[in-house]
């Protein structure tokens, strides 16, 4: 019989999928192993992205052996972090685990991860492969390379955190409550829910991290690029005054490297004169800054409070171009091609500063406030909770 102790231990295990059916009957089973071992109360929650293969029967079926398990189709929305927010919406007990579904995390270890809450020496409990005691298993030179570089550029929201790329972490339900809104994109949620979450207490437990058997990687190029964008918003979040302007400077200099080229090869080789050179340049490093913005439009969307982005960029962009060429046409005779080029340059800058950061909408860096979404796109809202709900 079970001790009143062990009955008021009640842990919830959100797995997020994408055509996992082969490995979910045997991940099932050792969660519900791990945690009878225990004698806590469990359930595990399954989230699907609609998978094509034969989840949802899976699913179904392991239904009747483990009325633990609950399960949520979901036909319209996508992706690994709003699946788990999604399951953090239906879990009913107040610990809360997050794995794969792989069994690339150990499901055994999953009251491991809850223990440093139990007894509160913890906040957030992380399953690592990097701490003594902790491994992965067999992993190739470019994949070990991916995994340093990533954790590395995570490394000032997590100070001494040794992975904190790891997806397999527990946390209490109330972290949730005292987070600022939630958005992420990509597949790195705990990253978020350090950050938004201000956690400071973290545990990392050494976990053996195993390749998949079966099923196929989810871990493509978009994925590495949809971390490189949450990573800029946090870093905006995070640094509010510091990581606009950093990330302007970086716009500005990959900008003015290929606008200032661009005047070289017109003047040098097709022998271009110096002011239709000198148009063309910085037409070049407005196309250069265009390239990012449509980005931030594309990724930042539920941030920027610009009405009509393109139009204002168009506005800004032509006050800009107009600075650069009548600085750099009165700057020509007594400063050289070069000193003269450099000017206009500059003038573009500034003028681009002031009216983007101070005129227009974009003050993210001046006003040195968090980043926070116009529309709470990331906040948890419930979602059907009875199992096959789609």
């Given amino acids: 019989m079970d001790s009143p102790a062990t009955n008021r231990i009640s842990v919830s295990v959100i797995v997020p999928t994408y055509g996992e059916a082969e490995n979910l009957p045997a991940l099932v089973a050792q969660v519900a192993k791990a945690f009878n071992a225990r004698g806590w109360r469990w359930e595990i929650i399954v989230v699907d ?34 699946a788990v927010l999604a399951g953090f919406a239906m879990a009913r007990f107040d610990y809360l685990v997050v794995m ?7 499901p055994e270890m999953a009251p491991a991860l809850v223990e440093p809450l139990l007894d509160n020496r913890a906040d957030f409990v992380i399953g690592s492969r990097n701490i003594p005691g902790g491994r992965t298993e067999s992993w190739g030179i470019f ?10 550029l995570s490394r000032p929201f997590v100070g001494r955190v040794r992975d904190s ?5 527990a946390l209490r339900r109330q972290l949730l ?43 493509t190029l978009a994925e590495q690029f949809r971390y490189l964008e949450h990573l800029s918003r946090l870093y905006d979040y995070q640094f509010p005054r510091g990581s606009p302007r950093v990330k302007f400077l970086i716009v500005c200099a990959c900008g003015a490297l290929v ?7 017109l003047v040098r080789m097709a022998q271009t004169g110096f002011l239709p050179a000198l148009g063309l340049g910085l037409l070049a490093m407005i196309l250069i800054t265009l390239l990012f913005f449509a980005r931030y439009v594309r990724t930042q969307r539920d941030f920027i409070r610009m009405k009509r982005p393109y139009l204002e960029f168009f506005l800004i962009s032509s006050g800009e171009w107009c600075a650069g060429v009548l600085t750099g046409w009165a700057a020509h005779h007594g400063c050289g091609m070069l000193g003269s080029a450099l000017l206009a340059v500059g003038a573009l800058v500034a003028v681009r500063y002031v009216l983007r950061k101070v005129f227009l909408h974009d003050v993210r860096g001046l006003r040195g406030e968090r980043l926070v979404p116009v529309r709470e796109a990331g906040s948890l809202k419930k979602s059907p909770s009875a199992s096959g709900a789609s």
């Fill in 177 to 219: 409550a005292d987070c600022d809104a939630l958005n992420p994109i990509g597949y790195k949620i705990g990253l978020e829910l350090i950050v938004k979450g201000r956690v400071r207490r973290i545990v990392e437990v050494p976990i053996v991290f195993r390749n998949r058997t079966r099923g196929k990687s989810k871990l």
């Fill in 49 to 82: 992205d609609n998978s094509p293969d034969a989840t949802s029967t899976v699913l179904a079926a392991l239904v009747q052996d483990h009325p633990q398990l609950r399960f949520l189709i979901r036909k319209e929305d996508r992706g690994l972090s709003s």
């Fill in 165 to 169: 790329m790891a997806g397999f972490f």
């Fill in 143 to 152: 994949r070990w390379l991916n995994s340093a570089v990533a954790t590395a």
């Fill in 259 to 265: 606008g200032l080229g661009t005047m070289a090869l």
């Fill in 100 to 106: 794969d579904a792989d069994l690339s995390h150990p």
